[in-house]
């Protein structure tokens, strides 16, 4: 089951890649399908995942021999964790594929790489095996590539090339890292489920800590955190809304979701010992994040600040669940699940964002907020929309957002008191900096001379009141999603 | 030892023998001719060389010849290799008076090359170099009215002579001190031996000398010249076929000197560092393809050596080598293809807007290019994990973070030609050759992606290729 989530949108983009005549309404129609599959079977698996005490970690697992010599296997399967994160890709990868977007003449293509990329960006949430993990980590950049370069507007093959550079150097020393935790130990294996079992590394010493800061490094910056988040912004700015969309809703998961699997997981001892220093960084990512966000006069650049912010919560809840080894699970597992949390709220709000800063662009071709104004009243549905995201995204209570917070500030406040009451200080810039932006969106006047805007249309509004229904979903009855995280997380910190 | 047990090289020479009479005799319009002997002859090599798969490894010839796991699967790779550059050429030198020769030449090169893989004696050491050598001046300046081709060849001549002197002065002082050619003799005598400066000097030449072949620093001038002025069919073949018979001569030489009296692999290792970064940093600013391609097949020679430097070390460092040369000759072979296609277009600009006009010339070229940089799951990845897997396991954990910052350089150069193929545009009509050269492309490409993904079946052959112990 979980392969045919893999496989069944690679198929479809080897489908439309080879199909000759397809107009990009056709395209369109015969890209959805492709992508709904994997949305449904992992409905079905969610239906089918026993989450009651007695039941193994991961389950729906598949495990095929590939470079069986090495101990590499097309292994799959999902906990909690992954369940989640990989059905929330699918749904925005649907959102996306649905989201109307003018392509000119080589949609086919596009729809295409969307496609791959979704198969991809699947596998590296489902992926048991390590070396499996690495293929589809380093694919998903290959497919982001080609999205950002060539429908990108302005300067975009610069700004893909920089996010080409700068991630592949980040999975590479993921790679050596993968391999000073696997290679001497015998038999060689890269199956996930031995190795967090083994915890092969967890003696300490030199090789430890490399090994742990060429996990960190990487997933620092695939996440992205403060130093090296500068291959953000202009990613974003010059991504397509879809593909924006799928980067900040998708893509930017691998990295704290790799954070919770590989190094936290397998490796929980040194983890610990070098913990607080991951949650300096992290903090330092949300201060940084919210105040240069605060000073962006550009839409998309001020959501792409928030976005290195919000994931600065995700890596401090991840930092608090593993800074220590034993005593306070309780809190250690709250910080947990709320950094799971945190990441599905991220996607579907900042997601839902992005695929907004699109209705911009396709109406102007222009993000300077200074050149909107009074849209209120022109577009009713959009600042509707645009409102209830942004109100989630800082975390007003009875929205997704505000789950994932308060997890996160409980469980870190028990561990590191300190660093919680700083990170607070994050909350209120963004909300400030949120406040600001909707207020000079759509509310005041309209700068003299500007031509009509025009709301929300069929499919834009449908999938934007689906992801944004969600968001309050999880806000006001989030126990259907804290379960399954939940237990996950108290496998992963014990208890 | 039998005959046999040189059956590949004798098929090759024997159809170059052919190929030469034939050439000599037939009309031009008929020279195509040649190119079926030459495949018949590499046809042959193959289905010889396979039968050497399993037998057990051994000396022969009075120790000249060694016929180990690593020597028979680089000669299969050398005569593949070697059959595919074959196929690049008839189209491309229809036009020329010695056209059929052309072939002749290719094979006794390539035959220079299996002699390097199997040299298990200094002096059959030097014989493979310089057959591989002349052979190779001539075929990189194959275009003689050409200035560009002419000075490659000159270029390929005046450090190969050079190169072949530091070779033959390093062959005398081991001879000297050694008292012996021979591999296994001399593995004997150093096993008791006092490390000696002299001695260092010698084998540093030897070296030297088949670093030439491998195009590695500092012998690597010749090869961006001989990519971009050689005949396309010409360079695909010298960029890759020497390199293979040469990476596992080297093996072998740095495997004969044990790590306590005189360790080669420190040198290795730092030759390895510097080819491949003086090799990537070259090739950022290239616009021209064909010289891009050949800078960076320098710096992916210098993560060739990485595995030379580990032999002994790691028990997979022979696989990795082995594994790597494969993921390299297809890659490099894949993207030679694609200019011999394009009727050698060479200026990156003039590949803007490739994707939409020629989609497939395209694909294999972003594929290739991809592969070479090292992205799953192309062979190239595979080749690489076990490279670095490989250092970080014999010691050299170093060495593979500085061949992980290369990659990290080198994917910018890569993605530029990707780049201007998929995100330019162009009008003009593009020009292509076609015929067997698009077969080749076809054949070449799809291995890429093959290898890759069979990777299991590949590594488990070469998982067996060792190289012979010559000590007990």
Redesign the interface.
Known sequence: MLTLTILVPLFGALVLASGTRLDARRARLCALPFGLVPLLLLAAAWVGFDGSAGAPAFQHVVDL??????GVGWRLGVDGISLSLAAMSALLFVAALAWPQVLGA?ARHWYAWLLFLQGVSLGVFLALDL?LF??FF??SL?GM??LI??WGHDD??RA??KF??YT??GS??I??AI??LT??DAPLSFDMRVLIERQPLDGGGLRATLVLLGFVFGFAVKTPLFPVHTWLPPAHVQAPAPASAILAGVLLKMGGYGLIRIPLSMMGETFARHAPWLAALALASILWGALVALAQSNLKQRIAYTSINHMGYSVLGIAAAGSMRAGETPARQLALSGAVVEMLAHGLITGSLFFMTGVFWQRRQDYEMAHYGGLAGNAPKLAAAFIVAAFASLGLPGLAGFVAEFQIFAGTFVLHPWMAAIALLGVLVTAALFLQMVQRLFFGTAPQGQPAFADLRGVELAVLTVLLALVLLIGVYPAWLLLPIERAAAMIVGG | MPIGDVGPEIALALAAVAALLAAAFLPQSRQPLCAGIALLGVLAALLLGAQQLTTPPRLGFSGSWALDGIAVQARLLIVLASGLCVLLAPRWLADDRRHGEFYSLLLLSALGAMMLAGAADLLQLSLAVLLSSVTGYTLAAYHRDWSISVEAGMKYFLIGAFANALLMVGVTLLFGLLGTTRYDAMATALAGAEASPLLLIGAGLCVLGIAFKLAAFPLHAWLPDVAEGAPVPAAAFLTVVPKVGAAVALARLVGLFPVETLDLRPLVAVLALLTMSLGNLAALWQDDLRRLLGWSSVSQSGYALVAVALVGLSPRAEAALLYFLLGYALANLAAFAVVAELRGRTRLVDYAGLGAIRPMAALVLVVSLLSLTGIPPLVGFVGKLLLFSVAIDGGYAWLAVAAVINTVISLFYYLRPIGTVYFGSTRSAVAVLGGSIRLSLVLVGSALLLAGLAADWLLQLAVTAHLLALID
């Open positions: 021999p590939w470079i069986a010599s090495l080589r070396l690495y293929v380093d694919l290959v590539y080609f370069g060539r975009a093959p893909a090339l080409f550079l592949l150097a590479l020393a790679l050596l391999l000073g290679l001497g």
